[in-house]
């Protein structure tokens, strides 16, 4: 069984495009509308071409008409899909702004400008915060969930 890694992402592009990303999640092929592999594909050509070994999981949207931005929160295996956003980026005449926490792993990042930048969560460093954006702290609870690790370390 995997870590599950969770992802917000804003995806901005014209609404036909968007219409188009709504109809492939319905189908559980979001990654494969942004970043084609095939019918038959593997774990090694998913994590190559997507940056995760499968589709997304619990996939939550929302289109904004006026705007033309869709909003999407979902769980992908491992790690963001990095791979996926480039692809469709740049196939689709996108922009995407994405962040994502791995508790299991204890990573923290985000996506924007085609450039990935991924922070360290090391709880057991007291100076933890002080190399994580305060936007990936506050949107990822990074205070409760120390908080919490504390709680835990206190208990044993």
């Known amino acids: 069984m995997p870590n599950w890694c969770m992802n917000n992402a804003t995806i901005t592009g014209p609404i036909e495009k968007l219409e ?9 092929q979001l990654f494969e509308y942004l970043s084609p592999i ?7 050509k998913a994590v190559e071409n997507w940056g995760c070994k499968w589709e997304a999981s619990e996939v939550d949207y929302e289109i904004d008409y006026d705007s033309q931005t869709m909003t999407l929160n979902f769980d992908t295996a491992w ?39 991924t922070f360290d969560v ?11 954006p ?5 949107d990822w609870g990074l205070d409760d969930e120390y908080d919490n690790w504390k709680e835990m370390q206190e208990d044993e």
């Open 20 to 28: 188009q990303i709504e109809e492939a999640i319905k189908k559980d």
């Open 38 to 44: 095939g019918e038959w594909w593997d774990y090694g």
């Open 79 to 117: 790690g963001p899909p990095i791979a996926a956003y480039l692809s469709g980026e740049g196939k689709h005449d996108l922009d995407i702004v994405a962040t994502f926490y791995e508790p299991g792993m204890a990573f923290v990042g985000c996506y924007e400008d085609m450039e990935e930048e």
């Open 122 to 132: 090391d709880f057991e460093n007291k100076d933890w915060r002080d190399d994580i």
């Open 134 to 138: 305060s936007n990936l702290v506050e």
